[in-house]
């Protein structure tokens, strides 16, 4: 007699009455969750997060309205300014991809063509110092310094 109340309340335990199918969609949610969280590496988010707060904070200055006196040419020079600056602190990326990344903003952002741009960076004082660091780079790497 034990053992049929014992099948009987398992199987109320399982009906859909008790919750069964939705127990079910959550461990079968909670699964996927898990599946989830597996493949998608977390940890490189966290460790860029700065360069997404940088991102953000560009998107938000954009999208601020231009204070008098200031042209929006001039709002996006700030702009891009503000983020290079986040990203040179906090380095979330290389340095020479922020670099990159500056100049890619001159093109995209201020609508300058790009032989200007580099018309720009092909200056003497530009190339000497590129070309200091050049020598600096070569003399650490051959253990010289």
Known sequence: MARISLVRDSLQARSP????STLR????GYQR???????????????KRWFFVAMALGAFMLSL????????????????SVVA???FVTEPIPLPTVALLIIVGQVTLLSIPSTIVAKSL????VLFIMGSL???VAVV???LD
Do not use: C
């Open 17 to 20: 009455e008790y919750g069964f």
């Open 25 to 28: 969609l959550r461990r079968r």
């Open 33 to 47: 969750l898990i599946l989830l969280k597996s493949h998608i590496n977390f940890f490189y988010f966290w460790e």
């Open 65 to 80: 309205p231009v204070p008098s006196g200031l042209s929006p040419e001039g709002m996006i020079v700030l702009t891009m």
């Open 85 to 87: 600056t986040v990203l």
């Open 122 to 125: 092909m200056t003497d004082s």
């Open 134 to 136: 050049m020598l600096a």
């Open 141 to 143: 790497k051959q253990k």
